[in-house]
């Protein structure tokens, strides 16, 4: 994008910015709170600040830094975008501006777990003011600004508010699996712009697995040059990722799987293999028995080397080993390395494990940085500054937690596992029933949201994050008490589109996958019928497929959305359908989306029915589309038993129930998205 | 992308590959040759190679190019995400194969104007084969291939073909304006993608403008550091274009403007310019007074300098320098110039303007390196060496030609002025009626495409280059005969699938645009009314919007798409209507392509009427939109008189070819594009 240039055109000191007299107060009706995640107190004021192609002028304080320039710069071109006004770029240093942004301090180069992120954002006819203590503050001021303009008739407007927002958790990340896929740079960095603009700030990079290495290392070239089938990140790469990052307020914090999950390193580098080393990278997915040797010198000396090196890339605190998932059988069978747990007093594989974890920690600690460690390396042999990441539970969290551990929870946030937001959005690093104490409840520094990358590529992979991804940062920003689904789900869906504005592709990948699996660009009938499915979770995928990293990604379920908002939509529609008395049923708006709905599927199938018999990829749906049929059948049936108040024939209802049972079987690794709400439909008849 | 490793498993030198026993034979029913560019010579026969998940292997000759190597894996994974099978990347080199690409050298590391580019494809029921002289005559045999695949029932097959195919030209381009509006790398490589689809072989790079210096140069680094608003490719970036282009067979020309279109160099370098300097970057655009100062010594030590350092990045044989519009009024005004002339016996600016390129030409001969240069620099001054690229018509290429200069036609292929494919594809090189002589038609290399960068950005640029380039394309590469302007629309659906499978988002765009300008995912309705539009040229747009490089582009205009296929589909179903006797008129198929389009867009009309009431973007799109809901009115009025063979009413003929007129006129940037068919359904009533 261009137009990021900042003319500096006053020097005097900003200490303090005023309200300043302007344009005329409007009126600002009909505001729609759609703020996500929602700010910690806003009050909402009559009016507001109507946008123009001229009133808009920018005051910042002399002192502030280029990162907060370049935000300010990116933030009004968006405005500009959203808008269609030209908004000058003239930076005022005295009051006079009317978008004030005021930082009380430059921050830190390196962002810090305990970044202040606070900001006070005010608006009022005649002024905008965010105000923070540091420049990250200021960032999540600004995304708060920008989704507060709305349209109001025939201009843009922000209303009158005054907000004071600060997050809950310190720690609210996503861990993108760059592993068994690699991902672009150009596809990180969209994700770290919507990630900044859900106000996430933790992002995890998963840069080695069995299936690649992904990041260069000039002391180790084999990593790559064997490990990676040339799909890699270079030193500079890296550093351009953790310095747009930076800017977004994110912290970069890499992730080195070690001793498992290695089979990349070790085929590049067979000496620091247990027993077996692997002959190629490895396709298949799933635990491998590869294992880094943990009683060779030579293993530590090589990690501390490639790890000195990547603290020169990653300037983050905190570094992350991985270690989880390493059976090791080798270190059960080789006769040196049992007789080194013998010697060494170490009973079992996971006494090794916290042996060598121990060792990495040493070389972390004197390469002043700190430890992050999934599940498997909890063990009372570690100190209390270690992270546990929890992928095994909230149970496992919470135990870590009383014995003075921090850590931050992963389990219920598993994007693979195709829940809908709703799901993710429930589940709290900290429920209300806890039985933490409150010291113990400090230990959770928060979230994260992990995005493993087995059934995913660069043009499936926004789908899966977007939107449900902003569901679960607000679940780490905001008060535990936001817990109303249907406005979550309201809210999601204008954040979807800022997010596809943005420059994510969640909204048009399906269409792009759709267009290519019947070679035409006549697919509104397709997209009609896929509204009505979704993916399966990887498990399930997994099952059905057996996918490994060469496996094609161009399936209908790749097209498909998780979550699609179609199916709360319908669930909504269908518990206002059923709670309205029968006598209003026939006209009531809810019924027209469920009639809407399975009508527009009902008559597109007959189109898609044809497509596919010219589509051999598409071939697998058949059967599916002859279940939807027969539940467009029964959910039309339903919808008319339960308006005219008549009893459904005998059996019906049965045999209706069954043919939904019968549509939750696996086939073609897709899931209809509507049964619950068709079965609430079928149930509710007599 | 990954999977990109080919592992070599056999090492005996492969002379010559022959036909092999193997699966049986499948007739091949209904295939259709959308082949674009059309080859040289096609010969289809009965059946053909069905892709199973094991029955295709590779060979290629041990002494293949990492080069040829790449490009296989390329195809192959395209091969694989078309068919959703997996394909071995073993590689033989031994006959063995069923898929064997043989290359009878390993080509130039820098491509060249004479590149062979011919290449022979045959298919049997248990063989592919290509054969080249080069790698790039292989890659094109490769687009081919692809090309070729298609469903057959259940599964994907290859038809059994003789293809012999080479380029008509040696020069076909296309050039993207990257200093008006910056692109970044990822836009240029997936149009590098979608050129080779096209087999298009030069990539034009208008790297610097009035708005903006677009490459970094760390002799003279103030070019970019002032004259880019940061938005530029560094010398990795760039030398990563140039490899990425050779790894598909297209040279990279880069393009430095002088002496004039360069406010971006002045600002930076003030000492170059004669008199006027630029206060900061041109935002506006037009034709500036900036110019260098041919008089002075220092201009052509700058200029060396400069292009001996961007040979060291662009390797091809001929450099740009631009070289059109360049008033130059300082030339008549500074009295030092004046001076300068005289003394030189300079009788005006052209003459002063050929006096620097001479001395320009003598710095390239010395780089070795050739000049290109716009029509402007023509000039009999100039040595028969350089090539002249027309912006300005056939005559002024013919007039070159005439006088022994090489030329490159692109006055035609002006993408902004938003014509129809069909005008492109028409416009020819050198038109079957050409007054030059078999000998001067030699000098004529080709042509190229431009697309001029004011009135885009990243977010518009493929809908604007694609798919209509694809059709000039095939104007370049295959025989004059093609001229069925039907049958290039028929093929140029499916290439337009093709292009964006590859990554150009020419088709997802419209809509990331329609659910940005209503704030909601609720566009069908939008999308619908949308097919009726296409934006107006860039001359009308400048007219109506007087847009700068700071306009948001971000208007209905920028979602449009230019020349949408519904246009010709409802011209063609106009004459096949109007040419169907009346009785058969009711139920011609004809009929029904107009009647769902009228009657889809009629539907769509109230429900946009009322998002536009609260999309202030929109807004201006009203009067459009009473207009459309009195065309399409008219439409099925002129259906029904034709299809009832009745007379209409008084005075309705005159007044709907009014209402068309008065559609015709400028609002809100767009254009109807189905008033040329409607104007036929009204004009053929009585």
């Given at each position: 994008m261009t137009r990021l240039r900042i003319t500096v055109v006053s020097f005097c000191l900003l200490l303090e910015l005023f309200s300043l007299p302007g344009a005329m107060a409007q009126p600002y009706k009909g505001f729609q709170n759609n703020l996500m995640p929602a700010p910690a107190v806003i009050r909402v004021e009559e009016g507001g600040f109507q946008i123009t192609s001229n009133n808009m002028t920018l005051s910042v304080p002399e002192s502030a830094s280029p990162l907060l320039l370049r935000a300010i710069g990116r933030t009004v071109q968006r405005i500009e975008d959203k808008t269609g006004l030209e908004i000058s770029r003239e930076i005022k240093h005295d009051a006079s501006g009317t978008l004030q942004v005021v930082v009380h301090s430059n921050g830190s180069a390196v962002q810090s777990l305990d970044e202040d992120e606070s900001y006070h954002l005010t608006?009022?006819?005649?002024?905008?003011?965010?105000?923070?203590?540091?420049?990250?503050?200021?960032l999540r001021g600004l995304e708060t600004l920008y989704q507060l303009i709305q349209p109001t008739g025939s201009a843009f407007s922000v209303p009158s508010v005054m907000i004071e927002d600060q997050p809950r958790f310190r720690w609210r990340g996503l861990m993108i699996d760059c592993g068994r896929h690699f991902e672009p740079v150009e596809v990180l960095k969209r994700n770290l712009d919507a990630m900044a603009a859900v106000k996430l700030n933790v992002f995890h990079w998963h840069l080695t697995e069995d299936q690649g290495f992904r990041i260069e290392s000039k002391e180790f070239p084999k990593l790559t040059g064997e490990g990676s089938d040339g799909n890699f990140y270079t030193q500079e790469d890296a550093r351009e990722i953790v310095r747009y990052a930076r800017d977004r307020g994110i912290r970069v914090v890499p992730e080195f799987e070690m001793p498992g999950h290695s089979a990349a390193w070790l085929f590049a580098y067979p000496e620091l293999a247990s027993g077996t080393n692997p002959t190629g990278i490895r396709r298949e997915f799933g635990v491998s028995d590869f294992a880094m040797d943990p009683t060779r010198e030579e293993t530590y000396q090589f990690i501390e080397k490639f790890l000195k090196e990547m603290t020169t890339i990653f300037p983050d605190s905190y570094v992350h080993i991985g270690g989880d998932e390493a059976p090791a059988p080798d270190w059960k069978k080789n006769p040196r390395i049992l007789a080194f747990m013998k010697s060494h007093d170490l009973a079992d594989n996971d006494a090794l494990q916290a042996y060598f974890n121990r060792h990495v920690l040493a070389i972390l600690t004197k390469l002043n940085r700190r430890m992050v460690g999934w599940d498997e390396i909890f063990n009372p042999a570690l100190p209390k500054d270690v992270v546990i990441q929890s992928w095994r539970g909230e149970a496992s969290l919470a135990k870590a937690a009383t014995q003075g551990y921090q850590g931050v929870l992963s389990a219920p946030y598993y994007l693979d596992g195709m829940k809908s937001a709703e799901t993710h959005y429930l589940a709290d690093p900290i429920p209300a029933d806890t039985s933490l104490t409150t010291d113990q409840q400090k230990l959770i520094l928060g979230g994260e949201i992990c995005m493993w990358g087995e059934q995913l590529d660069e043009r499936t992979i926004d789908s899966r994050i977007w939107p449900r991804t902003a569901a679960i940062a607000e679940r780490f920003w905001s008060s535990q008490n936001h817990r109303d689904i249907d406005d979550m789900y309201r809210r999601l869906e204008p954040m979807s589109i800022e997010l596809q504005t943005l420059?994510?592709?969640?909204?048009?990948?399906?269409?792009?996958?759709?267009?290519?699996?019947?070679g035409s660009d006549d697919i509104d009938a397709l997209r009609t019928v896929a509204s009505?499915?979704?993916?399966?979770?990887?498990?399930?995928?997994?099952?059905?497929?057996?996918?490994?990293?060469?496996?094609?990604?161009?399936?209908?379920?790749?097209?498909?959305?998780?979550?699609?908002?179609?199916?709360?939509?319908?669930?909504?529609?269908?518990?206002?359908?059923?709670?309205?008395?029968?006598?209003i049923r026939a006209t009531a708006p809810s019924r027209q989306v469920l009639d809407n709905f399975f009508s527009d599927v009902g008559h597109a199938i007959p189109k898609v029915q044809q497509q596919v018999s010219d589509a051999p990829r598409l071939q697998p749906l058949e059967q599916r589309l002859h279940q939807l049929t027969e539940l467009v059948q029964v959910a039309q049936q339903s919808i008319q038993y339960l308006t005219q108040g008549s009893a459904s024939p005998a059996d019906w209802k049965d045999s209706s129930l069954e043919k939904i049972e019968a549509a939750r079987k696996p086939s073609a690794i897709v899931r209809f998205d509507f049964l619950d709400a068709l079965s609430g439909l079928v149930k509710a008849t007599h």
């Open positions: 608006t009022t006819p005649t002024l905008i003011r965010v105000e923070a203590q540091t420049p990250t503050g200021a420059g994510s592709r969640h909204l048009s990948s399906e269409d792009t996958h759709l267009r290519d699996l019947i009505a499915f979704e993916p399966v979770s990887f498990g399930e995928r997994y099952q059905q497929q057996h996918t490994s990293q060469l496996t094609p990604l161009t399936s209908f379920v790749d097209a498909v959305r998780p979550d699609p908002p179609i199916r709360h939509q319908l669930e909504v529609a269908t518990r206002e359908f059923l709670g309205s008395s029968p006598e």
